[in-house]
T-cell receptor, first 113, second 115 residues
Framework: KNQVEQSPQSLIILEGKNCTLQCNYTVSPFSNLRWYKQDTGRGPVSLTIMTFSENTKSNGRYTATLDADTKQSSLHITASQLSDSASYICVVSPLSGTYKYIFGTGTRLKVLA | EPEVTQTPSHQVTQMGQEVILRCVPISNHLYFYWYRQILGQKVEFLVSFYNNEISEKSEIFDDQFSVERPDGSNFTLKIRSTKLEDSAMYFC?????????????FGPGTRLTVL
């Protein structure tokens, strides 16, 4: 069954610190993997996208990595800011005609001053 | 920057009533989606729509659900007879290309509360 699991479930860090969020997936065949940021009560916003041939992708303070062999991805946030407080969701698209998204459980990040 | 819009932002309804959730996708997009997120749970795929027909639907999308693109801009999700367990945040999404890993853009969501 296609699944996407994330850890930790929640995380609290101090402003300015770095953190790394993990994603494991069983989706196969696999098209691409994305990280989305979701503020409370809002729709998800895309941060990064990687296809199976890409190992890393950066977007400002966000850096995503992908190991397609082990089916693992990570999202590293550097120099965290209060506005980074949100849920971070790993989303995998199977290689199918509709490219529907399979969402992970999300990691709820709280950045404290 | 173009964005997906959804109305209403919050809908409260009585169990058994019909509701229609509305979405206006980004204008040049070709694929449209509905997802839902029950409070505290992950986002779940409901249905995808392309070329004026459903291209894929999940097991959640039963006979009580229907989608329609009544004109060139709106994309609607109808729930015929709402149940308590339909209470959730419903997200519409759209993407540009008919193929390839193009990004889905999500609307802000409609919070549906069934009493």
């Amino acid at each position: 069954k296609n699944q996407v699991e994330q850890s930790p479930q929640s995380l609290i860090i101090l402003e300015g610190k770095n953190c790394t969020l993990q994603c494991n997936y069983t989706v196969s065949p696999f098209s691409n993997l994305r990280w989305y940021k979701q503020d409370t009560g809002r729709g998800p916003v895309s941060l990064t996208i990687m296809t199976f041939s890409e190992n890393t992708k950066s977007n400002g303070r966000y850096t995503a990595t992908l190991d397609a062999d082990t089916k693992q991805s990570s999202l590293h946030i550097t120099a965290s800011q209060l506005s980074d407080s949100a849920s971070y969701i790993c989303v995998v698209s199977p290689l199918s005609g509709t490219y529907k998204y399979i969402f992970g459980t999300g990691t709820r990040l709280k950045v404290l001053a | 920057e173009p964005e997906v819009t959804q109305t209403p932002s919050h809908q409260v309804t009585q169990m058994g009533q019909e509701v229609i959730l509305r979405c206006v996708p980004i204008s040049n997009h070709l694929y449209f989606y509905w997802y839902r997120q029950i409070l505290g749970q992950k986002v779940e795929f409901l249905v995808s729509f392309y070329n004026n027909e459903i291209s894929e639907k999940s097991e959640i999308f039963d006979d009580q659900f229907s989608v329609e693109r009544p004109d060139g801009s709106n994309f609607t999700l109808k729930i015929r007879s709402t149940k308590l367990e339909d209470s959730a945040m419903y997200f519409c999404a759209s993407r540009a290309l008919a193929g390839g890993p193009d990004t889905q853009y999500f609307g802000p969501g409609t919070r549906l509360t069934v009493l």
